[in-house]
């Protein structure tokens, strides 16, 4: 092509390219304007009290943090999510089998949280739990840890 | 087929226009305005002509409606019950009749549904007394309505339901702290009882259970405290009124009601007779009480509470860190102290109280306010069932001496204590001691540490 | 009077419906029929070919229209406030519950007889060419409708509404890469609550009505484009193939060249050159033909008043249910997903990925695939044995998960036919 066809030919090749990063870039705005920044809901990261205030043996559920606190006599403080990860109802822990039920579906998991029977894919989340500078003891519940995971205090 | 077709069209028109009368007729006539006009009725009766007459029969039906909003809440009940503010109502039947004795808890100020339950924003009745499914809050019975007066006021004494203050003395004596928090305070072995009032409506419920925990709750861990029937009822007053919601700030100034009752109260607590005296029962380092509301304005006498060295420049009363109402009270109980009643309050007073008396008896009211006596007994005998601990129960507190020194029993309150398992296979006892380092000060259980060991039995038949 | 003829004149500049130019011009000139033709064949209003199912799921649009912006004026899309609103609806609202009936009877309904469209649309056929991108947007309102269920669902903020939801965006989590982040999107956080609502309303009023509207929109002229209402093929005289040439087909003359004459104005339609895409009439057809006024609309209009008064009837007797207020605390057992889900809901109770991922999106892709999958020609029933089969079977295996979702399971989703006891209803 001459010289003018070229011109012709790359600023409208140019002018194409913006207007599709244009409306590319847009679209990604979009995401991430609906994306929301803060959470009107309980926080992930909370501290729950003192390490005297939970009882060893059978846990102590949290209802607004929807976890449950795990204290044993020679390993230390555990936290598992009492979220099932079937269909998210919450799941009670019974003492006569140590094991975690949910009512909705039969899903049982069992202490370690690991699925035993039912639909849940997987199992149950446990969380970081740490003692923070005051002696509290902080839930971290962006950090899934493993099943073994303890805090001795 | 096409004038069928018409007529169909037709005829399915005029079916419409049937069944949009029909639910504006539907809509039109709810129950509530049968009662209104039966309202009117009664109230026409009472026009003395035909004018007045017609002119209230001739009133519009309307929903009538409180808008509450320091209570949270909308109550629509005086749209049927429309005499409970007109006292000419006093013997109409119901749900027209007057309701006496509302003193300044007038509906048009504090709804219905804040002491009666129910639910306010319905306009039928079965739906506005709360019996209906999905509402978990019906109507009060009226044996268990005065439990709602806790539900604002809750300190002091409320005149007419002694059951509240009861079942708060039970509590705090009785060591339901020990397993339950309350507003913060207390065990976690049991729920926390902070806002049981709102979940747990049903007062028949909550009686069974403070006669029989595990008849209501099967596998619980709490003890059968062998309550009275007086006792479960006091109790589950106080259970009812604990609501946990948030009030306008008008709602939540009248916690206290400024009562002589609780003036007398006040009186004694703050042992106000160590320097004053009334009708000269007393002592005499201080002026003379007897009258003083006639000498003296309220004004005056509340100054005097607040800031006594404004009013009498080198006065040594004491500064008592007292809020309005309580101050209110103490002035209210000035004007009716007598010197017979102040000679009562001086005979119960017993010998003088050394240091070391007011530390163990500090130490004994913190034993019972904590909860110490929900599993240690309000003897220290101990006996409450945890099973598979050693021993089976919560041990006796009454020989404790002979097996720790003060401090280790001091640590012991610190830091908590798990009780040694029976069968280290079977499941954790529910029962243990809980640390109290974050809760009491080291004041504190030093106090319980003296009161423990004033009252260790020497065992006759020690080892 | 001259003036009120004026007037008249100047609204309606139609010619007399007595004449066959007026009934035409009815159609062609104005706005809101327009999308008719002016003249339908007398097989195109069978009802016992269509059933008339797609114009009865469009005016239970419009009901869901008109009643939901009404409903709109007394309701507050904030958790607390929510639930007084609905209780308002209920109690003081003038016809606040019958308007709330309609809005919910109207919803299910659309719903059933979104599904019994497309199953007509199946069975007679009508997908096949060139009507295939046709069922594609067919499909894609399918979805749409169960969107605006599901979001409108929510809106209650009772237990029912609560738990439902969240059962239901935790099916779609399950979604492989992006199951995680579209939950978070919807609900503008981690679980359910304020943002999810607000959202969920947003959606509900807005976004998804809009789309509905122009897929809608675009469903209804390629309706029309592909060669107007199904008509039973079998009934048909003469012809083998009822498939529409689009463009100008190479065998026919050239349509004749006429002079144009100076007093008279051509429509565009009138001028363009070449064969209407639409299918042409043969003489013995002519016959068959009618003009849309009546024919066509006194149909429309009984369908339209039969909807709507059966749709009133049920509203007045039958009341939407309100259970407790929203409580993340307390989970009901069993906590069941909107009837429409419970088939997924109860596929997924068996294996979360299989159930809830791969076998709703095969079906949707299987879906939109079948214009393109079947390659046999023919609207006859007796020629499509095979795939009427496997349709029949596709609905029938999903009414029967949705059966057992709904009734024969109880508490912790145990199996408990319903003579027993049946916890919870699926309205």
């Known amino acids: ?153 | ?463 | 009077m001259n003036l009120i003829r004026e007037i008249w004149q100047s609204i309606v500049r139609r010619d007399p419906l007595s004449t066959d130019k007026g009934k035409s011009e009815l159609v062609f000139l104005n706005v809101w029929l327009h999308i008719h033709p002016a003249k339908v064949k007398k097989e195109n209003l069978k009802f016992r070919h269509t059933f008339y199912l797609g114009f009865i799921t469009f005016f239970l649009f419009l009901i869901l229209l008109t009643t939901g912006i009404a409903l709109m004026v007394y309701y507050r899309p904030y958790p607390p406030q929510a639930y007084q609103d609905m209780k308002d609806l209920q109690y003081v609202v003038f016809m606040g519950p019958f308007l709330r009936n309609m809005h919910r009877w109207a919803a299910h309904g659309m719903v059933i007889c979104v599904f019994l469209h497309m199953c007509r649309v199946f069975y007679t056929g009508s997908y096949k060419k060139p009507r295939q991108f046709n069922w594609v947007i067919g499909v894609l309102l399918l979805l749409l409708t169960l969107g605006l269920s599901f979001t409108g669902y929510l809106l209650p903020w009772d237990q029912l509404a609560y738990w439902a939801i969240t059962v239901g965006t935790n099916i779609g989590s399950y979604a492989p890469l992006v199951g995680g982040q579209v939950r978070e999107l919807l609900l503008g956080g981690h679980s359910v609550g304020e943002g999810a609502l607000l959202r969920f309303y947003v959606l509900h009023v807005a976004v998804l009505p809009s789309l509905m509207i122009l897929l809608t929109i675009v469903h209804f002229w390629r309706v029309r484009k592909d060669g107007g209402l199904s008509r039973p093929v079998w009934k048909l005289k003469g012809k083998k193939e009822e498939l529409v040439t689009i463009g100008a087909p190479a065998q026919t003359a050239a349509l004749q060249a006429a002079a144009a004459s100076k007093d008279k104005t051509y429509g565009l339609m009138e001028v363009v050159s070449g064969k209407p895409i639409f299918e042409t009439v043969t003489p013995e057809e002519e016959e068959d033909t009618v003009f849309s006024y009546p024919y066509a609309f006194v149909r429309e209009a009984v369908v339209l008043m039969a909807t709507v008064t059966t749709i009133m009837t049920i509203s007045l007797f039958l009341n939407a249910p309100l259970e407790e207020l929203a409580n993340p605390a307390k989970t009901p057992n069993p906590a069941k997903a909107p009837w429409y889900f419970l088939g997924l809901q109860e596929l997924v109770s068996h294996s979360a990925f299989l159930g809830g991922v791969v076998a709703p999106a095969l079906m949707v892709l299987l879906l939109l695939a079948i214009p393109y999958l079947d390659r046999n020609p023919s609207r006859n029933l007796a020629d499509r044995k095979l795939i009427l089969w496997l349709f029949t079977i596709f609905v029938v295996a999903n009414l029967a998960l949705i059966v057992v979702g709904t009734f024969f399971r109880g508490p912790g989703w145990a199996l408990v036919p319903p003579w027993v006891h049946v916890v919870g209803g699926t309205e």
């Open chain 1, 1 to 153: 092509m001459d010289r003018r066809e070229f011109f012709k030919f790359s600023w409208g090749a140019v002018g194409i390219a913006a207007l599709c990063s244009a409306v590319g870039v847009s679209l990604a705005a979009v995401v991430r304007f609906l994306m929301p920044s803060v959470f009107y809901e309980p926080p992930q990261n909370f501290k729950i009290g003192e390490p005297g205030d939970f009882p060893f043996g059978p846990p102590t559920f949290l209802v607004e943090e929807k976890i449950f606190v795990f204290r044993d006599r020679d390993k230390g403080f555990a936290v598992a999510s009492a979220v099932c990860t079937h269909l998210g109802c919450t799941v009670a822990h019974f003492s006569s089998d140590q094991k975690f039920h949910c009512p909705c579906h039969g899903s049982v998991f069992a202490a370690d949280g690991s699925v035993q029977h039912g639909p849940a894919p997987r199992a149950l989340d446990w969380f970081e739990v740490t003692q923070a500078r005051d002696g509290q003891l902080r839930v971290d519940k962006d950090k899934v840890v493993p099943p073994t995971y303890r805090l001795m205090v």
């Open chain 2, 1 to 463: 087929m096409e004038r069928r077709l018409q007529q169909l069209f037709f005829a399915l028109s005029l079916f419409a226009l049937v069944l949009i009368l029909a639910a504006g007729w539907q809509a039109n006539t709810p129950s509530w305005k049968t009662y209104q006009r039966s309202f009117l009725q009664i109230e026409a009766q009472g026009e003395p002509n035909a004018v007045t007459k017609a002119a209230v029969l001739a009133t519009p039906p309307e929903i009538h409606q409180v808008l509450l909003s320091g209570l949270q809440r909308v109550d629509r009940c005086t749209t049927c019950h429309l005499g409970v503010e007109d006292p000419t109502m006093k013997n109409a039947p119901e749900p027209f009749r007057y309701h006496a004795g509302l003193g300044p808890h007038v509906p048009s100020r504090f709804g219905c549904t804040i002491c009666h339950g129910g639910q306010g924003l319905a306009t039928d009745k079965e739906g506005a007394h709360g019996n209906v499914a999905f509402w978990p809050n019906p109507l009060l019975s009226r044996d268990y309505i005065r439990a709602s007066c806790g539900r604002c006021h809750k300190e002091g004494e409320v005149p007419g339901v002694p059951e509240l203050n009861e079942g708060r003395h039970l509590f705090e004596t009785q060591g339901c702290r020990g397993c339950h928090k309350l507003d913060g305070v207390g065990g976690s072995i049991g729920p926390d009882l902070t806002g049981e009032g709102a979940n747990r409506r049903s007062p028949d419920w909550l009686e069974r259970h403070f006669l029989a925990p595990n008849a209501v709750s099967t596998g619980s861990a709490m003890p059968n405290f062998h309550f009275t029937k007086e006792q479960a009822r006091d109790l589950t007053y106080y259970m009812l009124s604990l609501t946990n919601e948030e009030m306008g700030s008008y709602f939540s100034s009248v916690r206290l009601i400024p009562s002589p009752e609780y003036g007398r109260q006040l009186f004694v607590e703050k042992d106000c007779l160590a320097c004053h005296a009334v009708g000269g029962a007393g002592a005499k380092t201080a002026p003379d009480l007897l009258g003083v509301t006639k000498r003296h304005s309220i004004e005056w006498l509340d100054e005097q509470l607040v800031n006594p060295e404004l009013v009498y420049p080198g006065s040594s009363m004491p500064e008592y860190d007292l809020e309005a109402n309580a101050r209110k009270a103490l002035v209210a109980y000035m004007a009716t102290a007598t010197p017979e009643d102040v000679q009562l309050v001086l005979s119960r007073k017993t010998r003088t109280m050394t240091p070391e008396d007011v530390a163990i008896e500090a130490g004994k009211q913190d034993f019972a306010r904590f909860g110490c006596v929900g599993c240690h007994g309000t003897e220290l005998q101990g006996g409450v069932a945890n099973p598979n601990a050693q021993g089976g129960e919560v041990p006796s507190l009454l020989h404790v001496s002979d097996d720790y020194t003060k401090d280790e029993v001091i640590a012991i309150i610190r830091n908590g204590r798990v009780p040694p398992m029976d069968n280290a296979a079977g499941p954790a006892p529910p029962l243990y001691m809980p640390a109290w380092k974050h809760v009491l000060s080291d004041e504190d259980i030093n106090r319980i540490a003296d009161y423990l060991w004033s009252k260790q039995e020497k065992n006759k038949d020690a080892w």
